[in-house]
Structures are given as structure tokens and as C-alpha cells.
């Protein structure tokens, strides 16, 4: 808010690995695992489910760069030959269940229950965005609205909390309708 009332906007470009090599994703996750292993560490995760299937993953540790990580494409088809997906599970099931790892996400819960689902593992939540906003601006809103008292005082959406937490914000939430609805490219729904 500081910034937009003085009239300055100086947003640093994120770095967003989308549609990452083997090598590339091996990497990222790698260099999570040295961080847990040295010090307590927080780790972002946020995924997507299409066909039923997680179908990517997102995560982050540091503010500016994120990777997205695909397990299948639009149409259902694998994004890495059996070898690969199970490398890349693996080091993923490490980061989650290391005890360093501090992760949060938004409603962690829904995401949780894919994982445990499809990789059989538990991570211990560090803090959920959601829950934690909620706890903020619990209950209220419009008394004739059954939809607006469910939400509260502000609703839980990822964009409507981003809106009042991020130091840098617009409103991305319809960019991704045009993936969903069968139009976009995969690398505009990855990111």
C-alpha cells in the first residue's frame, strides 16, 4: 500500500519455472532438501487436479522464484515417463515429511487429501492462508446471504487474501478460466 500511495510500482519480475526438464526439477527440489537439512525452512506448496489426478505442483521457498511441476498434461497424458515421476515423488515426499520443512499453503487441507490419496504420505501443515485470514475476519458479512455468512466478514479466496497480505498484487483469478475451459496453452495454466 506504501508503495501504490507514493505512486511508485517497482515490481520485481518473478522467476516461474513452468514446463521444467527432469534435470531442472531435480534441481529445485534438491536445493529445498539442502536448506531443510541446514536450517528450519519454509516451503510453499499449492496444487492443481485435473482428471481426477494431481495434475501439478506448485512450490516455492524463496520470494521470487517458484516451480511448477506437472505430472499430466490437459488431455490426461503423462508429463514424465514412470522412471522420472517416481524420482520426482520421492524427492517431493522428502521435502514434505522432512521435520525442517514449515509448510504452508491455501487450504492445505483440500490439497493434503490428493497427496495422501494418491502418494500415501501425511505432512504436518505449518500454517494454512486460509484458516489463518479466516481466524482474522471471522464470521459477519451480509445477514440475508447464506453464502456471504459462510465466507465471513472477507471471503477466503487465494485472491481476496492475497489482495490484502501481497506488497505486490493484481487479480489473476480469471487468467486461468480459459485454461479450464479448454482454451489456453498448459504453460498458461501452469502458471
Not at 498434461?73 to 524420482?87: Q, T
Request: glycine letters at 8%; a negative charge; aromatic letters at 14%.
Amino acid at each position: 500500500a506504501k508503495q501504490a500511495m507514493a505512486g511508485i510500482w517497482d515490481e520485481p519480475t518473478p522467476d516461474f519455472i513452468i514446463r521444467p526438464s527432469f534435470e531442472l526439477t531435480t534441481q529445485f527440489l534438491n536445493d529445498i532438501l539442502c536448506h531443510l537439512n541446514s536450517q528450519e525452512t519454509r516451503v510453499v506448496l499449492d496444487l492443481e487436479i485435473e482428471h481426477e489426478k494431481i495434475s501439478c505442483v506448485g512450490f516455492t521457498y524463496k520470494p521470487d522464484q517458484a516451480i511448477c511441476i506437472p505430472f499430466q498434461f490437459k488431455d490426461g497424458s503423462r508429463y514424465w515417463n514412470i522412471e522420472e515421476e517416481l524420482s520426482v515423488r520421492e524427492l517431493i515426499n522428502e521435502i514434505l515429511l522432512h521435520p525442517n520443512c514449515e509448510l504452508e499453503g491455501q487450504n492445505l487441507l483440500f490439497d493434503l487429501q490428493w497427496i495422501y490419496e494418491e502418494w500415501f504420505i501425511k505432512p504436518r501443515i505449518d500454517f494454512d492462508t486460509m484458516i489463518g485470514h479466516h481466524c482474522i475476519w471471522p464470521g459477519g458479512g451480509d445477514p440475508t446471504s447464506q453464502k456471504a455468512a459462510a465466507q465471513g466478514v472477507q471471503m477466503k479466496a487465494l485472491y481476496n487474501i492475497a489482495s490484502f497480505y501481497c506488497t505486490y498484487y493484481y487479480y489473476w483469478k480469471d487468467e486461468g478460466k480459459t485454461f479450464e475451459t479448454g482454451g489456453g496453452s498448459e504453460e498458461q495454466g501452469w502458471a
